[in-house]
């Protein structure tokens, strides 16, 4: 009885410790955070934005959307299987370089064998074997001639980090802030894979947007106004969300603090998915807000087709 009691503390123990992935983290204090993105940002240089559909696959939309929301329930929304893609997004920047935002999907999913990643308890629930994969990082990068920078992970989800063990270990990859170093019970179950997408030494680097983390902060990621980080808390405590600026309007990347098309346009948020529904909300209402203050181009759903705002 009482060896049964010590285990049970002790499970309670690893999951109260368990971080999403056990690797080293570094911080990266940003020296100048923002309340709001101008209004009018006035780049000194464009930054080249690409976005790359490397993933179908689906799952469900109880996970994607909140089918209790009012708006879901008046449509009539019930769970059932949803098409959903996975992308990553470049970064051109003419002085410093190309970054990816998200890390894509590696050969091994290509092939088959996930296995070699991913536990068999985490492919149960998630269905990897599904993917029906069009590019993976390493070819894309090398076809492309692709010098990296760095990665922005907008959260280390599994399905966001399916590519980052095939990206050289010198590359910064950066993350939202207490992304790692949170502790989660779920964590218990992910870290060992999560570990090994992230693969052998990476070099993690977790962006701290300064003391007021009750605010919704901008960071002006290379200080000339070409690339806003915006911290996005809620879908997981480290989102984060991209406002990049263009002539024609900014993109603006949602990451999974919206999945789908259909969220965006009712304002609704995700479902199961999501693990502080109400800061999720938050961060929801502030990006939507954007559309109204600023002039976007494009709004990048996390897990769906982009969305064209010009002219609406
Ligand atoms: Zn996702």
Not at 3 to 14: A, M, V
Not at 168 to 179: A, C, I, L, T, W
Not at 190 to 198: A, H
Not at 199 to 220: H, K, R, V, W, Y
Request: charged share 20%.
């Amino acid at each position: 009885m009482f060896q049964r009691i010590l285990s049970i503390l002790f499970l309670c123990f690893l999951a109260l410790t368990c971080q999403i992935t056990s690797h080293n983290v570094k911080p990266f204090l940003a020296e100048k955070t923002l309340e709001q993105i101008p209004l009018s940002p006035q780049p000194k240089v464009w930054v080249d934005f690409q976005v790359v559909k490397v993933a179908d696959w689906e799952t469900t939309l109880a996970g994607l959307l909140d089918l209790d929301d009012p708006k879901a329930k008046a449509a009539g929304l019930k769970d059932r299987k949803e098409p959903i893609s996975i992308y990553f997004y470049l970064v051109k920047h003419p002085k410093y370089g190309s970054f990816m935002i998200d890390s894509g999907v590696g050969e091994s999913f290509a092939k088959g064998q996930s296995g070699e990643l991913i536990s068999s308890l985490v492919e149960s629930q998630m269905h990897l074997s599904h993917m029906k994969v069009f590019e993976t990082t390493k070819a894309y990068l090398t076809k492309n001639k692709i010098d990296l920078k760095g990665v922005f992970f907008t959260h280390l989800h599994l399905d966001h980090t399916l590519g980052a063990y095939e990206i050289e270990r010198s590359v910064p990859f950066y993350v939202g802030p207490r992304e790692v170093t949170s502790k989660h019970f779920i964590n218990l179950f992910v870290q060992g894979s999560t570990n090994r997408l992230l693969g052998e030494n990476p070099n993690l680097i977790q962006l701290d947007f300064g003391t007021n983390q009750s605010q919704i902060t901008a960071l002006d990621f290379f200080g000339d106004e070409s690339f806003y980080i915006l911290s996005v808390p809620g879908h997981t405590v480290g989102s984060l969300a991209f406002f990049i600026p263009s002539k024609e309007g900014a993109h603006l990347i949602l990451g999974d603090t919206c999945h789908t098309r259909w969220g965006w346009n009712e304002g609704v948020t995700p479902g199961s998915f999501t693990s502080d529904h109400k800061l999720n909300r938050k961060s929801l209402d502030f990006l939507k807000g954007l559309e109204k203050t600023h002039k976007l181009k494009y709004v990048y759903p996390g897990h769906q087709e982009r969305i064209s705002v010009l002219g609406k």
